[in-house]
């Protein structure tokens, strides 16, 4: 399958946790990356690999996989986390590269 | 640090062919381990990758948009671009490029340019 599937919206309630999460066949074989995107910006990377993040990116963003499920999850969400998240990976052959459908974070 | 900036016509005519190019600056096109992305969005959707390049001309494009894209690239510019053949209405989209760490990451994007196909 080359297919990665997001929910559509989540939301969360400022300082709490949320978790965001993204299901593929391929995420069995590549680790999904993960990409913030605001309106009327490029996407910027946040998590990428087992767990690592970009210079810069707070230590409240972190990442999981466990089987075919990637997750992203912000502890202690603050107002600026509200924006576009979209999963990517390579597809189960490694030629392509796919991205979820985007979960729109909402924080209240 | 490494940048990527896309350029080309804001607007293009049904059915013409769309052509964008992406340059690289602080950083060689000619690395390995890097593939050089287009993604596209469009309007109030999510994000689509068309294709990539590697420096040594090898490429691959998304199923559904095969048989009308071609990438190329220029070493000696560092740039590479995006051609679309027989645009629609359907392809008005914000054009990205991006630098891919194989299998890791898209660690740089640019910052996108808006095309919109219309007569």
């Known amino acids: 399958s080359s297919e990665l599937t997001q929910d559509p919206a989540v939301s969360v309630a400022l300082g709490q946790t949320v978790r965001i999460t993204c299901q593929g066949d391929?995420?069995?074989?590549?680790?999904a990356s993960w990409y913030q995107q605001k309106p009327g910006q490029a996407p910027i990377l946040v998590i990428y690999?087992?767990?690592n993040r970009p210079s810069g990116i707070p230590d409240r963003f972190s990442g999981s996989t466990s089987g075919n499920t990637a997750s992203l999850t912000i502890t202690g969400a603050q107002a600026e986390d509200e924006a576009d998240y979209y999963c990517n990976s390579r597809d189960s052959s490694g030629d392509h590269l796919v991205f979820g459908g985007g979960t729109k974070l909402t924080v209240l | 640090q490494v940048q990527l900036q896309e350029s080309g016509p804001g607007l293009v005519k049904p059915s013409q062919t769309l052509s964008l190019t992406c340059t690289v600056s602080?950083?060689?096109?000619?690395?390995?381990?890097?593939?050089w992305n287009w993604i596209r969005q469009r309007p109030g959707k999510g994000l689509e990758w068309i294709g990539y390049?590697?420096?040594?001309?090898?490429?691959y494009y998304n199923p559904s948009l095969k048989s009308r894209v071609t990438i190329s690239v220029d070493r000696s510019k560092n740039q590479f671009s995006l051609k679309l053949s027989s645009v629609t209405a359907a392809d008005t989209a914000v054009y990205f490029c991006?630098?891919?760490?194989?299998?890791?990451?898209?660690?740089?994007w640019g910052l996108g340019t808006l095309v919109t196909v219309s007569s």
């Open positions: 391929s995420l069995r074989t590549y680790y």
């Open positions: 390049i590697y420096f040594t001309g090898s490429t």
């Open positions: 991006a630098r891919e760490n194989y299998g890791e990451n898209l660690d740089y």
């Open positions: 690999g087992k767990n």
């Open positions: 602080g950083g060689s096109i000619s690395s390995g381990g890097y593939y």
